[in-house]
């Protein structure tokens, strides 16, 4: 019941029957109140609008403070679902954004504001101060309890990560081949944890003094970015090393990075990249996390730097540019590329993520754009059967007539049959491609050394200039690789294996054992830098590949002693306190070092020693295709690939 005296009534009855009311100057008062009540509660907030037609029935003080009570907690809370009650949160996607309930405290403010202008008014009408101002401390309690629910919501929030920071596709749990591989002979074991402890001492050097930049400086412990990552911390040496420490199950530290991906890895912000190096490095770790793991996280994550680089395709040819802007979409080609050239190199090297990003995500634009650039290719006059390494992405011309097997051309070629292997052998377009491109380089490009070395030199206009890149070097395990699927097995497989060791050699003839960035064939000098621009060495993986293809191929016993000398030679001269450094000039017994921590040294060049010294059964080659950043894609048609698809 509530009492008469709070507000006056509209009637009066008699024998039950309402009879106008005498007292004509009180009830305009009372009108005048209920719209200064209305309008002021109606503007602050919907949710105390429900007690104002309550005031007809004569509402009681206690009742009101009872309703604003509850309607405070009701209103600053999730309901349970189904009912149940204001404030009852009853599972983690239910919790309200931190920042809206920011935005309620705010509002509650007001409200509290507002109560104490509407007190003077609610005085006037005989109710005490007293009575206003526990109306006033009542609010503050409620707010009070709102900000701690808050504390509480995301304490809840962040519990619910952690039990998701391995949350995988059922289908992708236990994996053939994501881990394990342990060697059943115990010097082989000796040396793949020895190379365990490198990637350990890499990373957590890395962790230590270069957490979120994109790469470390090993001597002066700080971070380090090269031009490639633009401006942005990416953490480019995380998502890169991501997939080598699930290989060599280091547990917590691809939890700590797993963590940091969910949490950091955004690519807001201006800044220019290199179309390739993202595509390689970031989509390519991201998406092979993915198909090692199942965790849905990674498959957007990678989808959403996918969509960054779209803008680049936007030319009259698709052919893409080497550099875009996330921010703003902006495009342009690197200035010393033959005129505004595309680099073949870059634009010929996104098939392979672009082809599984579309398995996986249903969303066939990626591969139409790889594809896009395939066909473009085809079209065009290769002169004397070869790709010059460069392509004007408006005219769809020829740049300069430079061909090369390393730098600038060289995972073009590995592209095309990987593409082909990686479709179950179906992409018969990219092994046609690759094919034919493979004979001319044979026939323009691979020399003979006077002492017998195989080698391939660069062809420039209609000469040959007798240099060979390290990157070059990848091309022993390609045609091994390849081999199997050519029309003489044996040639490709011994072409290899002569690629293999000229690139042993180009190590073998350094002060420190590790090979310089390119070596010359001329005169009486073969397979050693002459000039000392090209006398240095940055960890690069090329050689350790080859190595690792022709133990995997041929069990050839000198591949493993290579990979060890290679991996001794690494701990000897570029481990410091802080990781591991690149080298200036290969052919000094102490050379001076360049302080960076390149992140493709735990991509790739660990990987690779990894994995030789590791059973056939850790990412077997048969189901299994790795990136030209050494990330590892599954091969259509294998269990692998189905449960990546299904998912």
């Avoid at 009066?12 to 209305?38: A, D, M």
């Avoid at 310089?516 to 000392?532: H, L, N």
Wanted: glycine share 8%.
């Amino acid at each position: 019941m509530a009492a008469s005296g709070v507000l006056p009534t509209y009637q009066r009855y008699v024998n039950g029957v309402p009879v106008p009311s005498s007292r004509k100057t009180l009830r305009l008062r009372e009108k005048y109140i209920i719209l200064l009540v209305f309008a002021t509660f109606g503007i602050v907030c919907f949710g105390a609008f429900f007690f104002l037609p309550n005031l007809q029935d004569r509402v009681t003080m206690v009742e009101v403070r009872k309703r604003f009570r509850d309607a405070g907690e009701g209103l600053f809370l999730p309901q349970q679902e189904g009912g149940g009650g204001p404030g009852k949160i009853i599972r983690h996607d239910d919790i309200v954004d931190p920042h809206k309930i920011d935005d309620k405290i705010r509002l509650q403010m007001n409200i509290e504001k507002d109560i104490i202008n509407v007190k003077e008014e609610l005085k006037k009408q005989g109710i005490k101060d007293e009575e206003a101002e526990k109306i006033k401390d009542e609010i503050k309690e409620d707010k009070e309890k709102v900000i701690q629910q808050k504390k509480e919501a995301e304490e809840v929030k962040k519990e619910e990560d952690k039990k998701k920071a391995l949350e995988v596709d059922k289908d992708h749990v236990g994996h053939p081949g994501a881990q394990g591989g342990e060697p059943s002979e115990a010097s082989v074991k000796e040396k793949r944890d020895k190379i365990r402890e490198m990637m350990n001492h890499a990373w957590s050097n890395y962790v230590k003094y270069a957490w979120g930049s994109n790469e470390l400086r090993p001597i002066s412990k700080r971070g380090h970015s090269a031009s490639i990552f633009g401006s942005l911390s990416l953490g480019a040496t995380i998502v890169d090393a991501l997939d080598t420490l699930y290989i060599m199950e280091m547990e917590d530290e691809y939890k700590a990075a797993r963590d940091w991906i969910a949490t950091n890895l955004n690519f807001d912000g201006p800044s220019e990249l290199s179309v390739f190096e993202t595509n390689i490095r970031f989509i390519g770790g991201l998406l092979a996390a993915y198909a090692l793991t199942g965790d849905q996280m990674f498959k957007k994550k990678s989808q959403m730097i996918a969509d960054k680089l779209m803008p680049a395709f936007n030319t009259p040819t698709g052919i893409p540019y080497s550099m875009v802007n996330i921010k703003t979409g902006s495009t342009r080609n690197w200035g010393w590329a033959s005129g505004g050239c595309s680099i073949l190199s870059e634009f010929g090297s996104l098939h392979l993520e672009f082809y599984y990003l579309s398995a996986i995500t249903g969303d066939s634009k990626y591969l139409e754009k790889a594809q896009k650039v395939r066909s473009v290719l085809q079209q065009l006059e290769k002169p004397n059967g070869l790709y010059p390494n460069y392509l004007n992405p408006k005219t769809g011309k020829w740049g300069q007539h430079h061909v090369s097997m390393g730098a600038l051309g060289d995972s073009f070629y590995e592209y095309l049959l990987k593409a082909y292997l990686l479709s179950g052998k179906e992409d018969k377009e990219a092994k046609a491609m690759y094919d034919a491109t493979i004979k001319a380089m044979l026939d323009k490009m691979l020399q003979t050394s006077k002492s017998g070395m195989k080698y391939f030199g660069e062809y420039k206009s209609g000469r040959i200039e007798h240099k060979m890149d390290h990157l070059s070097c990848f091309s022993g395990g390609m045609l091994a690789l390849g081999a199997k699927d050519m029309e003489d097995e044996a040639k490709y497989l011994q072409l290899g294996a002569d690629i293999a060791h000229t690139c042993h050699q180009s190590y073998d003839r350094t002060a420190v054992k590790l090979g310089p960035e390119a070596f010359r064939f001329d005169g009486s000098s073969e397979a050693v830098a002459t000039r000392s621009n090209e006398k240095y060495y940055i960890l690069r993986p090329e050689v350790m590949e080859t190595y690792f293809y022709m133990w995997r191929l041929t069990k050839d016993q000198k591949y493993r002693d290579w990979a060890w000398e290679a991996a001794q030679a690494l701990e000897k001269h570029c481990r410091v306190d802080g990781g591991f450094t690149g080298l200036r000039d290969v052919y000094q017994a102490s050379p001076q070092k360049d302080d960076v921590q390149q992140s493709f040294l735990l991509a790739e060049t660990l990987k690779y020693l990894y994995l030789t010294f590791s059973d056939d059964s850790l990412i077997p080659l048969n189901k299994w295709v790795f990136n030209t950043e050494a990330h590892p894609f599954p091969v259509k048609d294998t269990s692998v690939a189905d449960a990546a698809a299904a998912a």
